[in-house]
């Protein structure tokens, strides 16, 4: 699941990760912005990374990470290390998840450099190598490999570097759009001489599992996300999903 840490106290999201966690979601994401995506646009909102160490030490089973982090808002290298920590802190449950960059309020109050998408995606291709490099670095070394997620949907930059860096790659849309993207995921992914069933295919869900779920797991999904936002987190969705999961799986 993804708990979108706006419109609502800390205390309010720290209980839903506790929840999410005792329900059985195998992940908990949150998002990396500075203000709300939909609502009151000034409501409560808070930061990204500081919320994983947190939830590192408020959870013990379920793996924690940004859907996504936003690669303009960090130096690569700084932010290596700030994942190698939080791996460190959850034992080993942390997936980093990163993208380009699109929300171009949190760029202009924050004082980051908008620019244009190509541009950013060019950033997040320099990023990706040196952010493996600093992981290969640090002292001590990660817990384990900390998988890469890349987000994103463009065919021609972001499926490219998805095929050559990530270990899943997240999308969003109907079956028919992740149809087309898996193609040409895997289309890139022979380019680069890697084998396609090395990426976990990720996906943001908002119907009816029972309907939905067969769909996007013949296309080879294989991890669907569900998102929630405050002030009061409804589960009553993910819980469906978590149904038709365990159901799945026997």
């Known amino acids: ?9 800390y205390a309010a999201i720290r209980r ?14 949150n998002w990396d912005h500075f203000y709300p995506l939909y609502g009151e646009p000034d409501g409560k909102h808070f930061e990204c990374w500081t919320m994983l160490g947190a939830w590192a030490e408020s959870t013990s089973r379920v793996e924690i990470g940004a859907l996504v982090t936003c690669n303009s808002y960090r130096n690569p290298e700084l932010l290596a290390d700030m994942a190698r920590t939080v791996d460190h802190i959850s034992d080993g449950r942390l997936i980093l998840g990163i993208g380009s960059g699109w929300f171009e309020k949190d760029y202009d109050e924050y004082g980051y450099e908008f620019g244009t998408a190509g541009g950013r995606l060019d950033e997040l291709a320099d990023a990706l190598p040196r952010i493996e490099k600093r992981l290969g670095a640090l002292n001590p070394a990660p817990t384990r490999k900390i998988p890469v997620l890349i987000g994103g949907g463009g065919e021609k930059k972001t499926l490219k570097l998805v095929a050559r860096h990530a270990d899943i790659w997240h999308g969003f849309g109907d079956p028919e759009v ?34 939905l779920g067969p769909k996007l797991r013949d296309l080879g999904v294989s991890l669907f996300t569900v998102g929630i936002g405050g002030p009061d987190y409804d589960f009553s969705l993910l819980r469906k999903w978590i149904s038709w999961r365990d159901a799945e799986n026997g």
């Open 16 to 29: 839903a990760a506790s929840e999410a966690e005792e329900l059985g979601v195998d992940i908990a994401f």
């Open 1 to 9: 699941m993804q708990i979108q840490p706006q419109h609502a106290d």
């Open 178 to 211: 992740v149809e087309r993207k898996v193609k040409i995921l895997d289309q890139h992914c022979a380019d680069a001489g890697r084998d396609p069933s090395e990426i976990e295919r990720s996906c943001g869900v908002q119907g009816e599992p029972g309907e």
